[in-house]
Nanobody, 116 residues
Framework: QVQLVESGGGSVQPGGSLRLSCAVSRSFFSINRMGWYRQAPGQQRELVAAIISGGSTNYADSVKGRFTISRDNAENTAYLQMNSLKPEDTAVYYC??????????WGQGTQVTVSS
């Protein structure tokens, strides 16, 4: 079993920044892909950003150029740096880990609110 613990959410004004962290209980060597998803009220959960073990990344069009996903293999932690935040970025953000054999694990979610 893999446990993911997110942190770093909160409230920020438009244009501000936040950094989300996702600590993984298992060595990253068994995790093929890390991703950040978000879900706003009344909407489906959507992929925000993902990074695979080789370092390749992909982003939702809505966050390209503003968000950066990264991973620290030594610390078994993934990060999502969010800059130039907009009100439409308001959502619960979830960390996801996918093992090499396709098992998915989720964090509990962290609230991000962007409001003036």
């Amino acid at each position: 079993q893999v446990q993911l613990v997110e942190s770093g959410g909160g409230s920020v004004q438009p244009g501000g920044s936040l950094r989300l962290s996702c600590a993984v209980s298992r060595s990253f060597f068994s995790i093929n892909r890390m991703g950040w998803y978000r879900q706003a009220p009344g909407q489906q959960r959507e992929l925000v950003a993902a990074i695979i073990s080789g370092g390749s990344t992909n982003y939702a069009d809505s966050v390209k150029g503003r968000f950066t996903i990264s991973r620290d293999n030594a610390e078994n932690t993934a990060y999502l740096q969010m800059n130039s935040l907009k009100p439409e970025d308001t959502a619960v953000y979830y960390c996801n880990a996918q093992s090499a054999i396709g098992h998915n694990f989720w964090g509990q979610g962290t609230q991000v609110t962007v409001s003036s």
